[in-house]
């Protein structure tokens, strides 16, 4: 310490940049021991979310696939592009379709990064939906991790939400007549109230679609909503639930995982360590500040390794694959940007954004159904699956109980047959309108391909219920078969529905006009 | 035990380098490899090449490789053209190739380049920076493509009413056949002349390729394609068409698929329109009322579309300032709708103030 102010004052001064640097980086370089390891993690505000030690499990590349982390790499990409073309982009139906032209040919690398924007938008829809296939499938929805679950689903719909007002920006044709498509998807309890004939008095079908809308029309009201969901409200929302969803894994014990052999293979390093014995003394239950069965006592901590750097390089190598694939498609594949928006001239086929192309087709046959009573009941069913299903067991394993495998492939077959059946019955043979013209909707509205499909897959869950005796086993053959429906139907009405939703093998037979 | 993280080290190694080398490629293809950035600087070298006086040595200095665009805001355009087509107003340049060349004729003499910009003759994608994006060809998701050779002619149309224009002689050869050759006007319409019977032809020239049927349509898929096809041969192109088979020659197709061509909703502010002095007007307004307007008397005081009295406000402000409504009272009667003003009143009948007011909005 110097003498006098002055001098304390040049000493100081002359220290700034590594006072900085310890004030900044807390450690000042990079940890040596675990102890430092730990601190890294533990005192940082991005990291803490963390803990110090991760189970070797949750580094296994086919565990997870590293699909939540990618919809969260998508996120951050997203997030940034976005701003950026936000930037360019004015949210009004006279000056959008312009401000995406100039996007594309004035502003600097203005079309690869909404490329990347449009590209990275798709990667979050896939991974999210990969993502909840894996948890699934590894059963690591259950107890403690209902609630997580709930959350993800949350975030599934959220995703959904956001890609879907993100749709209608450009404002091309495109656009506009995908909007159109997803509004009237919104205004299908009609065809119910229609068929009562009580729309007069009870029209929730045409409240929502002014909800979403402003207006009875896709205009400047629903373009300023659709801005405002997209860039503000809906990814606040998503930012929370995310939140909340990395908060829950660390508070339910981390990714699941079958409880560790006791004693564990102690060695990490070449170096054996020893196993943490419990006192009689001491009753570790009560230290525990995880939920779990037991707190990690008589067993090796040593399957953990430290956080930092193991599970930093981990994440650091999805985001990074994340961001190189967005770049890689963005580079050679063009975001669509079709001809301005015009009521007057509707696209033919018209077709909503392709994750919702599975439900248009159920649309197709009945609007109330498809558009709405299948959907919520998806949603409701997927939501009530680690409340049905209590029995623990396979945690962290693919397929981890009896049966699994076996279930899942013969619903796999099964669904694959009902769905190409009843495609291509429907399509040969047409549904009641075609064979009693004069029939009330109501049949219509009940008795479709969409809801035979549901029934037909509910009916297969129960027969497996009963004659396999396991709730799990259950859950997976409904499970597999809405992935396999879903995926097919996705794909029928992307590459075989044409103009006015007529079968077509391939988009180059559709008629010239 | 091996490390559980090593497999990541090596992705992450493999991705980050893929990110490095695409954003490379990507910045490099869109900043400094953009069809433009080579093509003015190929530019350059020949201003170089012709900087042999003072003249041209000031234009070299000047010249700097950035975008270029004309802003034309009451065509509603924003022009790029000029980023690549850098010579066009430069005569020393035309001897050079494409896009470089000085635009041909004296047409820029007359359509200045900072108030026509290009795209409201050529057609085309004007915001676009690169030779497809343009629409030099038919271009997929936009609807203008450029207008090629004759037919570029379509365009004199949408300001030169009515009046025969010497550089625009299949215009005007179109024009005379319409209505003389082959009154196509007994069965179709252009705004609120000729019969009603068959489609209408107004805006026929602004029609939505999407709305062609070009399932029989031999050349390529452009609207000077069908319509001329359609001229010779109406059935083959609309097989159930009534049209009587008018046996033109390739000339009066072409004439008339010029005309077609010109009949457009791109329609430019009134004070880019050039009114015919006499004759037929074949496009914007009904020349009834333009007698009309001049019969009764009412340039004596207005101005409008730059002849004119100025005792009274310029019509052109009026218009764009009240509804048709009020426009309709002022010339049934002026007064009341101008308190103060000692306007006589002109005995006009509804129709007649009707189709005046028709009038004044359209030419606006």
């Known amino acids: 310490m110097a003498d006098t102010a002055v001098r304390e004052f040049l000493h100081n001064l002359r220290l700034l940049p590594q006072t900085f640097k310890e004030a900044w980086l807390r450690l000042g370089k990079v940890p040596e021991s675990e102890r430092e390891e730990s ?408 008795i479709n391909p969409g809801t035979l499909l549901v029934l037909f897959f509910a009916g297969w869950s129960l027969w497996v219920l009963e004659r396999r005796n396991s709730v799990r086993l259950a859950a997976v053959a409904l499970f597999t078969c809405f992935l396999i429906g879903f995926t097919l139907l996705t794909y029928f009405a992307t590459v075989h529905r044409g103009p006015n939703w007529e079968f077509y093998w391939w988009p180059s037979q559709w008629p010239v006009h | 035990m091996k490390d559980p993280a090593q497999p990541y080290r090596g992705l992450l190694l493999v991705s980050s380098l893929a990110t490095l080398v695409f954003l490379v490629a990507a910045a490099m293809r869109e900043n400094y490899l953009a069809d433009w950035q080579v093509l003015q600087r190929e530019y350059r070298s020949i201003l170089e090449a012709k900087a042999t006086d003072p003249l041209g040595r000031e234009v070299l200095a000047s010249f700097h490789i950035e975008l270029r665009q004309v802003s034309i805001p009451p065509l509603g355009r924003v022009d790029r053209c000029i980023t690549c087509h850098l010579g066009i107003d430069d005569p020393r340049m035309s001897d050079v190739r494409q896009p470089f060349r000085t635009h041909s004729g004296d047409l820029l003499k007359h359509h200045s380049i900072d108030r026509f910009g290009c795209t409201v003759c050529h057609l085309g994608q004007g915001r676009a920076t690169s030779y497809r994006d343009a629409a030099h060809q038919p271009l997929a998701f936009w609807d203008t493509p450029m207008l090629k050779g004759q037919y570029l002619q379509a365009s004199c149309g949408k300001c030169h009413l009515g009046s025969v224009l010497p550089q625009a002689a299949l215009l005007s050869l179109g024009r005379a056949l319409y209505k003389e050759e082959f009154a196509c006007d007994t069965c179709h319409r252009i705004n609120d002349e000729g019969g009603t019977d068959c489609p209408e032809l107004t805006h026929v020239g602004s029609k939505p390729l999407r709305g062609f049927d070009f399932s029989h349509v031999k050349g390529e898929r452009t609207r000077p394609e069908w319509l001329f096809e359609h001229f010779k041969d109406p059935q083959a192109i609309v097989p159930d068409s009534l049209m009587p088979n008018p046996e033109m020659t390739d000339e009066q197709a072409v004439a008339l698929t010029v005309l077609m061509l010109s009949l457009t909703d791109d329609i430019p502010p009134f004070d880019y329109i050039l009114r015919p002095a006499a004759g037929v007007g074949m496009g914007l307004e009904g020349t009834d009322a333009a007698a009309l307007f001049e019969g009764k008397g009412c340039l004596l005081c207005h101005q409008f579309a730059g002849q004119g009295g100025e005792l009274a406000p310029d ?19 002026p007064r009341p709708t101008v308190p103060g003003s000692d306007i006589s009143p002109r005995q006009l009948d509804d129709s007649e103030a009707n189709e005046l007011t028709r009038y004044v909005l359209s030419v606006h």
């Not at chain 1, 995703?159 to 159109?180: C, E, M, N, V």
């Not at chain 1, 498509?181 to 679609?209: C, K, V, Y």
């Open chain 1, 39 to 446: 601190q890294a993690t533990f005192h940082n505000f991005f990291l803490h979310i963390h803990s110090v030690r991760v189970h070797l499990r949750t580094l296994s590349p086919t565990l997870t696939w590293g699909l939540g982390l990618a919809a969260t790499a998508s996120f951050v990409i997203l997030t940034i592009t976005g701003v950026l073309l936000m930037v360019y982009y004015k949210p009004s139906t006279e000056l959008a379709y312009q401000s995406m032209k100039d996007i594309h040919f004035t502003v600097a690398t203005g079309r690869f990064i909404r490329n990347i924007h449009r590209w990275s938008a798709h990667v979050m829809v896939v991974a999210v939906f990969l993502h909840m296939a894996r948890v699934f499938f590894t059963a690591s929805y259950k107890k403690p991790r209902e609630f997580n679950w709930l959350i993800g689903l949350a975030l599934l719909v959220t995703t959904l939400g956001l890609s879907f007002t993100g749709y209608l920006l450009p404002w091309d044709q495109l656009a506009y007549w995908a909007i159109t498509i997803g509004s009237n998807i919104a205004n299908s309890p009609r065809e119910l109230t229609d068929a009562l004939g009580i729309t007069r008095w009870f029209d929730p079908g045409g409240f929502q679609r002014q909800l979403l809308l402003g207006a009875n029309y896709v205009g400047e009201d629903a373009l300023i909503r659709f801005y405002v969901l997209h860039v503000f409200v809906l990814p606040l929302v998503l930012l929370i639930l995310v939140g909340v969803h990395f908060w829950r894994i660390r508070k339910d014990g981390g990714l699941a995982r079958p409880e560790d052999p006791m004693g564990g293979p102690a060695e990490w390093g070449g170096e054996r360590r020893p196993v943490f014995e419990p006192l009689a003394t001491k009753t570790y239950g009560l230290m525990a500040v995880v939920k779990g069965r037991r707190a990690t006592v008589n067993r090796g901590p040593e399957n953990t390794v430290m956080s930092w750097p193991h599970l930093l390089w981990a994440e650091m190598a999805v985001f990074m694959l994340t961001v190189a694939v967005s770049l890689i498609l963005s580079f050679y594949f063009d975001a669509p940007l079709k001809e301005l928006a015009n009521p007057a001239i509707p696209e033919n086929p018209a077709k909503a954004p392709w994750y919702f192309l599975g439900i248009q087709e159920l649309v197709s046959y009945s609007a109330f159904m498809g558009g709405l009573v299948i959907p919520a009941i998806a949603v409701l069913g997927l939501a009530l699956i680690p409340f049905l299903d209590r029995r623990p067991g396979g945690e962290g394993v693919w397929f981890g109980t009896p049966g699994e495998r076996q279930v899942a492939w013969q619903s796999f077959l099964f669904a694959l047959a009902v769905t190409i059946g009843m495609l291509t019955f429907t399509i040969n043979f047409g549904w009641l309108r075609n064979w009693f013209p004069d029939i009330h909707q109501l049949w219509i509205i009940f």
């Open chain 2, 315 to 333: 019509l052109a402000k009026l218009v764009s300032q009240r509804n048709a409504d009020w426009l309709f009272r002022h010339f049934k009667n």
